[in-house]
């Protein structure tokens, strides 16, 4: 086993003597049978009263902005609407897992409807999240957040570095891996023919942009028939909001804990070892909001529990997990402890070695100093 260690004061002093990158000693298999059978029950009804609540709470928004249309109410409804709209994505995102319903067909239709309403490409997004949560933790195949390797890294330039490190820039980074991916990947979650889907998922990425389309043509025509500066506050300033806050839930499930990760590459990855990195997160009074997506461990590695089930799951896992399950810290009302993490994660993890089958992160101690003097 070929292992790219962490530097010494990587390892916490809580975990000195548990190494996060050993084989588990137990199989998915015993999680599995851990959680009680009702939580992998998905209700349809259930799950589309979230949908009836979540889209209320945005029209009530929508209508006391018109109605009160003053400088006062707006900076109070950005924040609400933007959040909104991602509780809005998340429930499109069970659609996607299919852990909304059992119907493929409800699926994909309140899964269009949410995500297209966000400017989000429902089918594209869909697989290539599937190909994140069948490969997660893996340095050479996962799709979200993947660690750059040391070459990559180093053939970027460095305002390309250091926009992509430096908070809170990378926050805004999700419409763009829409249409580019990733630096060292390519591929577009619009073009039916991109090297993300394979010859029989066309016709669905086709449906899904032109669903696209005809919503981001619906605000073109509002903007013109309205006023553009209306429907930028309406809907451009917590379109913004929604994807800072996908982009910073995202990456701090996958990074940011006080223990480096690690990451695998070759036969040292498994499924079950890839889940395993994935950090759950507390969020306060956003747990609800968002529905519970900070409860992501269970999650990831099975997706098709529905999300009010999540935290009952979890719990029955944890027993199962051990070390492995690392707990959240526990949230104000708001969660601004997460800010922290965020931060120092940008300004330590970097990239991995080009080499190794369990890496780790590595910091670039240059890269802020090489900016500074360009």
Known sequence: MAIAIANEDDNNNNHVD??????????????????PKHCWVKNPWRSLSYVLRDVLVVAALVVAAIQLDSWFFWPLYWPLQGTMFWAIFVLGHDCGHGSFSDSTLLNNF?????????????????????????????????????????????????????????????????????????PGKSGSHFHPYSNLFSANERIEVTISTLCWTVMFSTLLYLSFVTSPLLILKLYGVPYWIFVLWLDFVTYLHHHGY????????????????????????????????????????VHH??????????????????????????????????????????????????????????????????????????
């Open 18 to 35: 548990f190494d996060p990158s050993a084989p588990p000693p137990f199989k998915i298999a015993e999680i599995r049978a851990a959680i």
């Open 110 to 182: 309140v899964g269009h409807i949410l995500h297209s309403s966000i400017l989000v490409p429902y089918h594209g997004w869909r697989i290539s999240h599937r190909t994140h949560h069948q490969n997660h933790g893996n340095v050479e195949k996962d799709e979200s957040w993947v660690p750059l390797t040391e070459k990559v890294y180093k053939d970027l330039d460095s305002m390309t570095k250091f926009v992509r490190f430096t908070v809170p820039l990378p926050m805004f980074a999700y419409p763009i891996y829409l249409w580019r991916r990733s």
């Open 258 to 297: 006080k223990q480096k990760l690690p990451w695998y590459r070759g036969q040292e990855w498994s499924y079950l070892r890839g889940g395993l990195t994935t950090v759950d997160r507390d969020y306060g009074w956003i747990n609800n909001i968002h529905h519970d997506i900070g409860t992501h461990v």
């Open 301 to 374: 590695l099975f997706p098709q529990i529905p999300h009010y089930h999540l935290i009952e799951a979890t719990k029955a896992a944890k027993p199962i997990f051990g070390q492995y399950y690392r707990e959240p810290e526990k949230s104000s009302p708001l969660p601004f402890h997460l800010i922290k993490y965020l931060v120092q994660s940008m300004k330590e993890d970097h990239f991995v070695s080009d080499t190794g089958d369990v890496v780790f992160y590595q910091s670039d101690p240059e890269l802020y100093k090489s900016t500074k003097t360009n």
